[in-house]
């Protein structure tokens, strides 16, 4: 999905924080909120030379490991709204996300297949973690100040998707 942004966006200068920069860092800390760590995260991002920046899962994910409500992390939604922004979470109907993660752990590395197994024994109760925390961040996202927007990716339309992106959020800035 990223890519296919950035590849619309190429007369952009584009940052793009992916999950070795908003998740890796704190995985192994997950009952923590990690404020400072996403603050700074924010702050160095839109001090950055750059003209858009994506984040690849910043504070929700960690918001649902977390146990965490939205207002825990209203100051990081206070940081973001003060620029232009998007929220846009990409959502996958719980009837495949059972076989998603089963296609992942075939298409992933090693690495991963050990960290999802931590979900649940079999696919199904990987699932159902993965389903439980989606529902819990559309419940966050529905309560930002943050624009938002759900985008339905079971079928895979990531190259629609990001063109629905440009089209209806990012051009309407320029």
Same mark, same amino acid.
């Given at each position: 999905?990223?890519?296919n942004l950035t590849?619309?966006?190429n007369d ?15 995985? $192994?800390?997950?009952?923590e909120l #990690? ?5 700074s ?5 839109v ?7 994506i984040f690849? !899962?910043? #504070?929700y994910t960690?918001a649902?490991?977390a ?6 992390y209203s100051?990081?939604?206070?940081l973001?709204? !003060?620029?232009?922004n ?11 996300i059972?076989?998603r ?5 075939? #298409? ?7 960290y999802v197994?931590?979900?649940?024994? *079999?696919f199904?109760?990987i ?7 989606q !529902? ?7 309560? *930002?100040?943050?624009? *938002?927007?759900?985008?339905?990716? *079971?079928q #895979?339309n990531y $190259? ?9 959020w990012?051009?309407?800035l320029?």
């Amino acid at each position: 999905m990223i890519s296919n942004l950035t590849n619309l966006l190429n007369d952009q200068k584009v940052l793009v924080l992916g999950e070795a920069d908003t998740h890796i860092p704190i995985m $192994q800390k997950t009952d923590e909120l #990690h404020i400072e760590f996403f603050r700074s995260l924010v702050n160095n991002a839109v001090q950055s030379d750059t003209d858009i920046v994506i984040f690849d !899962r910043l #504070h929700y994910t960690q918001a649902y490991r977390a146990k965490a409500s939205a207002s825990e992390y209203s100051e990081i939604d206070n940081l973001l709204v !003060r620029h232009d922004n998007l929220v846009a979470y990409l959502q996958v109907d719980e009837s495949a996300i059972a076989e998603r993660v089963r296609l992942a752990a075939e #298409h992933r590395d090693k690495t991963w297949g050990d960290y999802v197994q931590t979900k649940g024994k *079999t696919f199904d109760e990987i699932a159902e973690y993965y389903i439980a925390q989606q !529902r819990s961040q559309l419940k966050q996202i529905s309560q *930002t100040k943050l624009v *938002t927007q759900v985008f339905n990716t *079971t079928q #895979h339309n990531y $190259q629609d998707i990001a063109v629905q992106i440009i089209n209806n959020w990012y051009k309407k800035l320029n």
